[in-house]
């Protein structure tokens, strides 16, 4: 499976970005999207995801209310839609792809077998 990103850039605070990844390759089995980021010197973080199967998408508290995520489950593609975007939101931004998760598994990095190259995010104040 091949996860390729892409949107991101600069946006001043307060502003909208979006993010977008699709996947290739042997792409049958995947079930989950999920998008995590890390910025400068800090982990990598969960930030959201979705299943195939809907139920309801989790959200990093740092982000619920104004991030949202969605798919298109024809295409294989994850969409992050980021609204009123804060400089504490700079980070390089990945997608990731899994293959027989459970809905209460995506929200562990470990969960998830593929990863995009990554996607800067700028946000200044």
């Known amino acids: 499976v091949q996860l390729q990103g892409s949107g991101g850039g600069l946006a001043q605070a307060g502003g909208s970005l979006g993010l977008s990844c699709e996947a290739s390759?042997?792409?049958?089995?995947?079930?989950?999207l999920g998008w995590y980021r890390q910025a400068p010197g800090k982990d990598r973080e969960f930030v959201a995801a979705v299943h195939r199967m809907g139920g309801g998408s989790p959200y990093a508290d740092s982000v619920k209310g104004r991030f949202t995520v969605s798919r298109d489950n024809a295409k294989i593609m994850v969409y992050l839609q980021m609204n009123s975007l804060k400089p504490e939101d700079t980070a390089v931004y990945f997608c990731?792809?899994?293959?027989?998760?459970?809905?209460?598994?995506?929200?562990?990095?470990?969960?998830?077998?593929?990863w995009g190259q990554g996607t800067l995010v700028t946000v200044s104040s």
């Open positions: 990731a792809a899994g293959l027989g998760i459970i809905t209460s598994s995506m929200t562990s990095a470990g969960a998830y077998a593929n």
């Open positions: 390759g042997s792409i049958g089995n995947i079930n989950a």
